[in-house]
């Protein structure tokens, strides 16, 4: 019997989230599991990962194989540096909060024409052509 560790997909439509699972290479994606060891929920931000060490070192011990996603997750954790025996991975990062947007006020300064168009109105051109037209073809 091969053992995968691989991805079961829970979750609504548009935010899946996943666990960890080591199950038979045969069984279909969201079907019976051996053991749970982990979560993945990549909709968060930052992504949260969660992966039970001892329990992955135990199965890739073992034998089991991990598939790519799997393996790529391993590798962010440093479960997968810890089996082959390579050194560790820098500490994944966790994403500081973005700051507000300042004020467009902050922005500007203070301005004495607040609210005021720049351009001027191009009908009252218009209309002072308008009247010196008609005062020279009268007179």
């Known amino acids: 019997m091969a053992v995968k560790i691989k991805l079961k997909r829970l979750g609504k439509i548009r935010s899946p989230h996943y666990r960890?699972?080591?199950?038979d290479s045969r069984t279909r994606r969201d079907g019976r599991a051996i053991e749970e060891i982990g979560l993945y929920h990549p909709v968060q931000n930052p992504s949260r990962i969660e992966v039970d060490a001892e329990r992955a070192q135990y199965w890739l011990g073992v034998?089991?194989?991990?598939?790519?996603?799997?393996?790529?997750?391993?590798?962010l954790t440093g479960d997968w540096q810890k089996f082959k025996g390579l050194p560790a991975p820098a500490?994944?990062?966790?994403?500081?909060?973005?700051?507000?947007?300042?004020?467009?006020?902050?922005?500007?300064?203070?301005?004495?024409?607040?609210?005021?168009?720049?351009?001027?109105k191009k009908k009252a051109e218009k209309k002072d052509?308008?009247?010196a037209e008609s005062a020279s073809t009268e007179a």
Not at 20 to 23: H, Q, R
């Open 63 to 75: 034998g089991a194989q991990p598939t790519e996603p799997v393996l790529a997750i391993l590798k």
């Open 129 to 131: 052509e308008a009247s």
């Open 20 to 23: 960890i699972v080591v199950a």
């Open 91 to 120: 500490p994944l990062l966790v994403a500081e909060p973005k700051a507000a947007r300042p004020l467009f006020d902050a922005l500007g300064g203070e301005d004495a024409s607040k609210g005021e168009a720049i351009t001027q």
